[in-house]
């Protein structure tokens, strides 16, 4: 094999991005047995299968992967050049396609992922934000580069991914400024029977703080659960309720939405991990959240 035909690659690049043959098909405009003969010829040229089945959904092999890999270097450049000739902005910025789970607060999102953004960077980010589980599966078929998470990969989940720990937080209660006030007294009792906006039983500091108030022998009003971290902060504004926010957040807290702190927990950690397909990090964006998360925003 000589020369590598392009064309069906490009089919191949556009079915693990999209998801499966028909999404592909319809992405590119043509049949979906037109790409499925593509991509036919694409192993016949490879010499090995590019997908197998994972339950109902194709999944890349090892040499799918690979050949992935080298896909995303070739084909978004060719966007890139393709958008700069139509005279869009953007130039030269490397598309960074990352996963968040819904459990991760918005503030941090925005802490961690703003150094790729800085003036002297080259990258473009693609969020997509949705339960850990449906992440881990996009970053296994190569759609997501990494996933920003308040858990590592679950055992149970067979995906072959890496958990990288970004760091860790104490938690603290929030609330409006009268009833930060009032729940200041007697804290952390004072939240027996108060009221409290709690995440869903779905995220890993649900389940920390469920199990810290049994170990209180505290039971709060909870006044409403939330996929959703930003909407728990909209809620607290309107004084519905107390919640717990990680520290390394206090200040946005304050300054951005009004919100006052009732006190500290020294015994209640919150986790934040970046997980992607690399053992020992490569990639250039993943490596850059990493070293400044855990230097500068966790590093105290």
């Known amino acids: 094999m000589r020369h590598l035909n392009y064309n069906h690659l490009l089919y191949f690049w556009t079915v693990v991005r ?16 037109t790409v499925s003969g593509q991509i036919k010829l694409l192993e016949d ?17 090892e040499l799918g992967r690979l050949a992935f890999d080298y896909a995303q270097e070739i084909f978004p450049r060719g966007l890139e050049l393709a958008a700069l000739l139509r005279g869009a902005r953007g130039r ?3 598309p960074v396609l990352i996963g968040i789970s ?26 997509h934000e949705g339960p850990l589980e449906a992440l881990l599966a996009d ?3 190569h759609r997501l580069d990494l996933v920003l998470s308040t858990s590592g990969v679950p055992a149970e989940s067979g995906i072959k991914a890496f958990s990288h720990l970004l760091g860790e937080s104490e938690l603290g209660f929030f609330a409006t400024g009268a009833l930060a006030r009032k729940l200041r007294r007697g804290f952390p009792r004072s939240l027996d029977g108060a009221p409290v906006l709690l995440p869903t039983d779905r995220s890993a500091a649900r389940r920390i703080l469920d199990g810290w108030f049994e ?3 505290m039971q709060p009003d909870v006044v409403g659960e939330f996929d959703d971290s930003a ?5 607290a504004q309107q004084g519905l309720g107390a919640f717990a926010a990680p520290i390394a957040i206090e200040r946005e807290l304050v300054t951005q939405f009004e919100l006052a702190p ?18 020992r990090i490569k990639h250039p964006a993943v490596a850059m959240i990493t070293e400044r998360a855990r230097a500068a925003l966790f590093g105290r």
Do not use: N
């Open 139 to 141: 970053l296994a078929a």
């Open 92 to 94: 030269g910025r490397r």
């Open 215 to 217: 170990a209180q022998g």
């Open 18 to 33: 999209e998801g499966g043959i028909a999404p592909a098909a319809a992405a590119l405009h043509v049949t979906p047995q």
């Open 231 to 235: 909407l728990i902060k909209t809620f």
């Open 45 to 61: 040229q490879l010499q090995g299968a590019l997908f197998e089945k994972q339950g109902r959904r194709l999944a890349p092999t």
């Open 262 to 279: 009732i006190g500290r927990v020294a015994e209640l950690v919150a986790r934040y991990y970046v997980i992607s397909t690399e053992r």
């Open 102 to 127: 819904d459990a991760v607060p918005k503030l941090l999102t925005w802490r961690m992922l703003s150094p790729l953004l800085g003036e002297q960077e080259h990258f473009r980010i693609v969020c």
